[in-house]
């Protein structure tokens, strides 16, 4: 926590300005990309006073597309996200685990080739936890959309990504870079196998001792500050 996760998120978005350094998307700087990038922060952040189906197209509509419209292009994923029959619900009335569902809705909605998901399941229960994994896998399987995932949970970390970086605290080094060459499609099973607990044990073995010494391992890299 405070390594400024939430701060590089918000460069990439480019809703604010690197002190030092630049970061390039397709040759461009977020800044001349505001709204090219989908982002989904902590909190769903669903408007209570809209239902379900009119919280996952309000993206759609600050674009300019007409709520009829909007409408018909949400509609057609409710079932693939999990969310058909509750489309004249309120937010107050969803679990959590149908929250994240409507909110990722919304960020895939948006039609960005990158989206930044900020601990989108953090708050969920084991179970609903699990569950939103094995889903985001299917619906990723079926649209590759580039995706920077933000966890504290190791085993979240490898079970979905390609790529897990693990950042110290102040002044925000990437401290490890981990590829995952695990096959694709993947299911819960795979946190068993032998290859999954070696990349696990990886990445705990700095994190351990960070706890124990009071500070991260940090390699020779420049610090983010200096990447950006």
């Known amino acids: 926590s405070g390594c400024g996760k939430s701060t590089l998120f918000n460069i990439i978005a480019g809703l604010i300005r690197p002190s030092g350094g630049k970061v390039l998307l397709d040759g461009r700087q977020p800044d001349e990309l505001l709204g090219s990038v989908g982002y989904m922060p902590q909190r769903d952040c669903l408007m209570p006073w809209r239902t379900v189906l009119d919280n996952t197209t309000l993206g759609l509509e600050l674009n300019g597309v007409r709520k009829k419209e909007a409408h018909k292009q949400a509609l057609a994923e409710f079932d693939r996200f999990g969310l058909a029959g509750f489309e004249k619900h309120w937010p ?3 679990s959590g685990g149908m929250k994240q569902r409507a909110a990722l809705l919304r960020t895939f909605l ?6 930044l ?15 939103m994994q094995e889903w985001l896998l299917d619906v990723w399987q079926e649209d590759r ?33 981990v590829n995952v060459n695990l096959e694709r499609p993947r ?6 196998s ?35």
């Not at 299911?187 to 068993?192: F, G, P, R």
């Not at 607990?197 to 391992?217: D, H, T, V, Y």
Request: proline letters at 5%.
């Open 145 to 177: 959309k580039t995706i920077l995932f933000v966890t504290h949970d190791v085993e979240e970390a490898i079970y979905l990504s390609d790529r897990v970086y693990v950042m110290s605290g102040r002044p925000g080094r990437v401290s490890l870079e």
């Open 194 to 228: 032998p290859e999954f607990l070696l990349l696990k044990q990886k990445l705990l073995r700095p994190l351990e001792e960070a706890a124990a010494g009071g500070g991260l391992f940090v390699d020779d890299r420049p610090t983010l500050e200096e990447q950006i």
């Open 117 to 131: 998901l900020d601990e989108p399941f953090g708050a969920l229960d084991a179970l609903t936890r699990g569950n």
């Open 187 to 192: 299911k819960a099973e795979v946190t068993m």
């Open 110 to 115: 948006a039609g960005r080739d990158v989206m």
């Open 92 to 94: 107050a009335k969803l």
